[in-house]
């Protein structure tokens, strides 16, 4: 297995065992979070990852990165349940809104927006200073949601300017099984000064995107956004009718980038779709990458039958994975 690091960046991090119930490793970088342990900690429900600089904070509920931060630059938003209560969810085992639910065989399934991951508590399987394995198999109350055996892997990987989040799926059941996943993180709008912000793609992306039915499913018709070249001029009027989706995108990476030159990159592997997504006046703006999306407003078929769902073979593993970096103004 391959942990990414920034090129420019130095690790933080030894080799982690890849065994199951492994107790956590703390190493001298992990002092200054042990001192704050009290002496009788209650159950542990978040970790954190440190490397020079840079901090990670990871909630087991969901494995949801709650804050992240580059040479005293937080870059998650501080989430606000007036407007959005979470900062970077796990999408799994389907993105997106279903039509009244998922079909499988005939049966239907209440299976929700964006799956059930994002409100489970996940295990650790690994902790070391700058990077983290948690996990989530299935059991009585997910099957119940979505009938396939599986195991669920989240990786963080920490360095001093970047971090590398890792989604692991596997199949554990004796049939195949259909699954899309995804990352929702959202990041601060404005990260730096205030000022203008946008978004540059790596490749040239059409100029309009679908347009979403108030109950989030995907209608056929399509609206403009100001995309000028490769480059999109965000604004909040630009959100105001739902998120910008950009279906088998041909960018694999993208800025999110201040007037000054501070920007904020995101590198996909895996991940055909990406989405822009925010909730004026709260200052976010989510980038999202997918294997999958929400239903279309017509669709009533099986859950093999939704369009960019991945089907996995008994015993076979995928892994998608996003790597974010944050360049300081020059």
Not at 9 to 14: G, I
Not at 210 to 234: M, N, V
Not at 259 to 272: D, R, S, W
Request: aromatic share 10%; glycine share 8%.
């Amino acid at each position: 297995m391959s942990w990414r690091t920034s090129a420019a960046a130095a690790p933080c991090w030894r080799p982690l065992a890849s065994r199951r119930n492994v107790r956590p490793n703390f190493g001298p970088a992990c002092a200054v979070w042990r001192a704050r342990k009290p002496r009788r900690p209650s159950p542990l429900d978040r970790l954190e990852l440190i490397c020079g600089g840079a901090r990670a904070e990871i909630a087991l509920r969901g494995a949801e990165l709650r804050g992240w931060s580059v040479g005293g630059t937080p870059l998650i938003w501080r989430k606000d349940p007036a407007h959005w209560d979470e900062t970077a969810p796990i999408l799994f085992p389907i993105v997106g809104w279903t039509r009244d639910g998922a079909r499988v065989a005939g049966e239907r399934f209440p299976l929700g927006l964006h799956g059930f991951a994002r409100a489970m508590n996940f295990s650790v399987e690994a902790h070391e200073p700058a990077r983290a394995r948690l996990a989530l198999r299935s059991g009585a109350e997910s099957l119940a949601l979505y009938p396939f055996p599986f195991e669920f892997h989240v990786e963080y990987s920490l360095a001093e300017d970047s971090l590398t989040t890792s989604l692991i799926v596997e199949n554990s059941g004796e049939r195949p099984m259909p699954y899309a996943c995804g990352l929702h993180p959202g990041f601060r709008w404005p990260f730096a000064a205030q000022g203008d912000y946008c978004v540059q793609f790596s490749a040239d992306e059409a100029p309009f995107v679908p347009e979403i039915s108030p109950q989030g499913l995907f209608l056929k018709s399509l609206r403009p956004i100001p995309l000028e070249g490769r480059k999109l001029a965000l604004s909040p009027a630009l959100f105001a009718a739902e998120a910008l989706c950009f279906l088998n995108a041909r960018s694999r990476s993208l800025r999110f980038q201040h007037q000054g030159g501070a920007a904020l990159i995101v590198e996909t592997t895996n991940f055909p779709h990406l989405a822009l997504w925010s909730k004026p006046p709260a200052e976010f703006l989510a980038i999202e990458c997918w294997t999958g999306h929400g239903d279309p407003a017509d669709f009533d078929g099986d859950l093999f039958e939704k369009p960019s769902m991945r089907v996995l073979e008994p015993g076979a593993v995928a892994r998608h994975e996003a790597h974010y970096r944050f360049a300081a103004a020059p």
